[in-house]
């Protein structure tokens, strides 16, 4: 299921909000119902983070927009399953093969960050896991040595291998020359 990136930082930025750091940082609040803002401003300031959260949301803000770069530059459509930006980069350059690779890789990570809140997630999650993790490592072992020769994609590879922890075995080296 693709993830609204919008949505997902204007609910970070809420959690932020309301966080105990947030509630802690905001002082006397006999002091801030003097200052509360006008109701059409509510809404607006619920999604600004406190002082201390805003690094981490300006960070997950800077990474949408390279996401949303990263999109327009590929050359072609990047599935939505597909978020890690270095994976956007590489995915319009990399043969049919490598391609579904990458798509899997990042719905592998993606399910494997999930928690299994009750017995019919936690079923789901095996399913999903079951399907987009199992035999990566033997898949990947066999995209590089149907690629070995191409130093372009050994390239992509290699940086694959280093996000996922794919193969550490392998002991990938770039091209000489």
């Given at each position: 299921?693709?993830?609204?990136?919008?949505?997902?930082?204007?609910?970070?930025?809420?959690l932020?909000?309301?966080?105990?750091?947030?509630?802690?940082?905001?002082?006397d609040?006999?002091?801030?119902?003097v200052?509360?803002?006008?109701?059409?401003d509510?809404?607006?300031?619920?999604?600004?983070?406190?002082?201390?959260?805003a690094?981490?949301?300006?960070?997950?803000?800077?990474?949408l927009?390279?996401d949303?770069?990263?999109?327009?530059?590929?050359?072609?459509?990047?599935?939505?399953?597909v978020?890690?930006?270095?994976?956007?980069?590489?995915?319009c350059?990399?043969?049919?093969?490598?391609?579904?690779?990458?798509?899997?890789?990042?719905?592998?990570?993606?399910?494997?960050?999930?928690?299994?809140y009750?017995?019919?997630?936690r079923?789901?999650?095996?399913?999903?896991?079951?399907?987009?993790?199992?035999?990566?490592?033997?898949?990947?072992?066999?995209?590089?040595?149907?690629?070995?020769?191409?130093?372009a994609?050994?390239?992509?590879?290699?940086?694959?291998?280093?996000?996922y922890?794919?193969?550490?075995?392998?002991?990938?080296?770039?091209?000489?020359?």
């Amino acid at each position: 299921m693709p993830i609204n990136r919008a949505a997902l930082i204007a609910c970070l930025s809420l959690l932020a909000a309301c966080s105990p750091q947030a509630a802690d940082s905001t002082g006397d609040v006999a002091a801030d119902a003097v200052t509360q803002p006008a109701a059409a401003d509510t809404a607006a300031a619920a999604v600004i983070p406190a002082a201390d959260d805003a690094d981490a949301v300006a960070t997950l803000a800077g990474t949408l927009e390279e996401d949303q770069q990263a999109r327009v530059a590929a050359g072609c459509t990047v599935p939505d399953d597909v978020g890690f930006v270095q994976d956007i980069r590489i995915y319009c350059d990399m043969p049919a093969d490598v391609q579904a690779f990458i798509a899997r890789e990042n719905s592998c990570q993606h399910f494997a960050g999930e928690e299994a809140y009750d017995d019919a997630r936690r079923r789901e999650l095996e399913a999903a896991t079951a399907k987009f993790c199992d035999d990566r490592e033997k898949i990947f072992a066999d995209l590089v040595a149907r690629h070995r020769d191409d130093c372009a994609i050994r390239k992509a590879l290699i940086g694959v291998n280093l996000r996922y922890d794919l193969s550490p075995d392998l002991d990938l080296k770039p091209c000489e020359g």
